[in-house]
T-cell receptor, first 113, second 115 residues
């Protein structure tokens, strides 16, 4: 009964490959997010979706493409992976109303070799 | 523009001592403020949040924070540290008049607790 789940938890791949990370929330929330945490633990938002509509795109390279098939799912596809993409990627969700906290998934640790 | 500054990337305390983690924010609109904790190899868990209802906010695990507008601060405290409090702590801000609730995080403070 995990609230926000992500798969896979670990992802090791080579430069140039294409990979996807999946996120699902069972909280009934309207808004979902992707955050990137770098090696220095710095967290930065990448995207947010509200009811399947893209709301935020924070100057993320075009190689990153989020897709939301329904409001409970937000997937992240990454093309032509680069060494600098190595990081922990967190999915989060929140109700649409303002001021509610975001619930985070356990993270996906992506290592590009 | 909004930002958060966490003073001290590392804080060390003895078990039973006071924990004080500092957070200062900058926001052109009334802010929502949050403290999250991240245990090793885990996701972020909300400790507490400020949304203007009360300036002293109590959270989980005995933590609390006080919103001080005059000092633009939202410091996190706990009277008595426990070994299990060792983790990374993040302060975050979001804007109340913007159309979205994106969180802007500080750089984090690693709390170490010594026996």
């Amino acid at each position: 009964d995990t609230a926000v789940s992500q798969t896979p938890k670990y992802l090791v791949t080579q430069m140039g490959n294409d990979k996807s990370i999946k996120c699902e929330q069972n909280l009934g929330h309207d808004t979902m997010y992707w955050y990137k945490q770098d090696s220095k633990k710095f967290l930065k938002i990448m995207f947010s979706y509200n009811n399947k509509e893209l709301i935020i795109n924070e100057t993320v390279p075009n190689r990153f493409s989020p897709k939301s098939p329904d409001k409970a799912h937000l997937n992240l596809h990454i093309n032509s992976l680069e060494l600098g993409d190595s990081a922990v990627y967190f999915c989060a969700s929140s109700p649409q109303d303002r001021g509610y906290e975001q619930y985070f998934g356990p993270g996906t640790r992506l290592t590009v070799t | 523009a909004q930002s958060v500054t966490q003073l001290g990337s590392h804080v060390s305390v003895s078990e039973g001592a006071l924990v004080l983690l500092r957070c200062n924010y900058s926001s052109s609109v009334p802010p929502y403020l949050f403290w999250y904790v991240q245990y090793p190899n885990q996701g972020l868990q909300l400790l507490l949040k400020y949304t203007s209802a009360a300036t002293l906010v109590k959270g989980i695990n005995g933590f609390e924070a006080e919103f001080k507008k005059s000092e633009t601060s939202f410091h996190l405290t706990k009277p008595s540290a426990h070994m299990s409090d060792a983790a990374e702590y993040f302060c975050a801000v979001s804007g109340r008049r913007y159309n979205t609730d994106k969180l802007i995080f500080g750089t984090g403070t690693r709390l170490q607790v010594f026996p």
